[in-house]
């Protein structure tokens, strides 16, 4: 292997390192704002089961429940990208 060789493999793995180091960056942002949506969720879904039973049919009671249930599709889309995310590095 040449010098020119071996001085652009260099630079390339540099630059995965990069790119791994950005990707761990990332994963920890995700983690933290899924645990932040996660402990959203908690609280909607508590409002929701706290309410009297008449009350969770009304609007008010609906419009709570698909809020709760959209944070945890969001929390669930996280973990799914988190996954792949430590996949790709690995």
């Known amino acids: 292997m040449n010098n020119e060789r071996r001085k652009r ?3 390339e793995i540099e630059s995965l390192d990069k790119v ?3 990707l761990n960056d990332c994963i920890s942002i995700l983690s ?3 645990s932040n949506l996660d402990d959203v969720y908690d609280d ?3 409002a929701f089961d706290n309410l009297p039973e008449s009350f969770q049919d009304s ?3 609906e419009r709570i429940q698909e809020c709760a ?3 945890e ?3 669930d889309s996280l973990s799914d ?3 792949d995310l430590e996949d790709i590095i690995c």
Do not use: A, Y
């Open 59 to 61: 609007e008010r009671g």
């Open 20 to 22: 791994k180091s950005i």
């Open 9 to 11: 493999i260099s630079v």
């Open 69 to 71: 249930d959209v944070l």
């Open 32 to 34: 933290t704002s899924m």
């Open 81 to 83: 990208i988190i996954d």
């Open 44 to 46: 909607e879904q508590d």
């Open 73 to 75: 599709e969001s929390v």
